[in-house]
């Protein structure tokens, strides 16, 4: 089994920080994609910022220049910085994770619960 786990949200003024945390644990053969997304009361989730293997990141446009993302083993981390009422939300984990049973190999999406960021204007 596989489980993913975020931390770190919680309420903080407008301007401040958060960093949150993800771990992967479980029965894992190899991790390429590890990523953050986001949803809104009431909105769709949408993506925030990924990391591959390799180390190459992406972000989506209201995330640039306010928001890292960065890696160690198994683990993500979201640095953000300047935050704003509009980035309350709560933020999922999502890991693209191989497992391995005998001959079986297998690659899905798993998600973590969610951690619930609220930005106080």
């Known amino acids: 089994q596989v489980q993913v786990m975020e931390s770190g949200g919680g309420l903080v003024q407008s301007g401040g920080s958060l960093r949150l945390s993800c771990g992967a644990s479980?029965?894992?053969?190899?991790?390429?994609?590890m990523g953050w997304y986001r949803q809104a009361p009431g909105k769709q989730r949408e993506f925030v910022a990924l990391?591959?293997?390799?180390?190459n990141t992406n972000y989506a446009d209201f995330a640039k220049g306010r928001f890292i993302t960065s890696r160690v083993k198994n683990m993500v981390f979201l640095q953000m910085n300047s935050l704003k009422p509009e980035d309350t939300a709560v933020y999922y984990c999502?890991?693209?994770?191989?497992?391995?049973?005998?001959?079986?190999?297998?690659?899905?999406?798993?998600w973590g619960q969610g951690t619930q960021v609220t930005v106080s204007s």
């Open positions: 990391i591959t293997s390799g180390g």
């Open positions: 479980g029965s894992i053969w190899n991790i390429s994609d």
């Open positions: 999502q890991s693209k994770i191989t497992t391995r049973r005998g001959i079986d190999i297998s690659t899905n999406d798993y």
